[in-house]
């Protein structure tokens, strides 16, 4: 099987994955987890998960998935298709079903993961959180007011406002991580 994930994993969108989104991703979910009591077990986990919650853009075309310009209808279901694919590979790959349902989930509103619960909350978060070339920076407050209408569960809510509101900041978000050690 990992010989056929070699073959339909396109590289060139892998780059595509900013690393920096990923790490606060990362740093996000884990602040939320830590902030609900979880185990070091349960966010190194989580962490994995947050990682690769994006693994299945890597099996969207490249035409479709690195378009420059608006989307058609089919083209966006194409690109939906990443959360499924990425639990697919991740499965056939051997990860347990946390970090394979993190990656199916992370835009499910409805999932019954808390995990995938908490790396979409993070997920969303950082994206609002982060200056991209085509948008500013949300500040803390906006990206919550984002989050309350995503239907996020509300003691992830309070998690996150409690390590991020009040201006405070992430500095060096992926210090000592690495996919090997939170499998390990």
Known sequence: MKEIAKKVLHYENLKTIKYTHLATTITYA????????YTEEQLKVMEVGAA???IGKSLIPPEILNKKGRLSDDERRIVNLHAVL????????GYGVNVA????????????NF????VRAADIYSAMREER??????????AMEVLR???IPQNILDALDKKYGQKKTVTNPIQGFSIRTAIA
């Open 101 to 112: 349902e993190i990656a199916r989930d992370h835009h499910n509103p409805m999932s019954k």
């Open 52 to 54: 690769l919650h994006d």
């Open 149 to 151: 209408a995503s239907r």
């Open 86 to 93: 990425g639990y697919e590979l991740l499965k056939s790959l």
């Open 115 to 118: 995990m995938a619960q908490i």
């Open 133 to 142: 070339s085509y948008k500013k920076a949300k500040t803390h407050e906006e």
């Open 30 to 37: 884990r602040a939320i987890g830590e902030e609900l009591g």
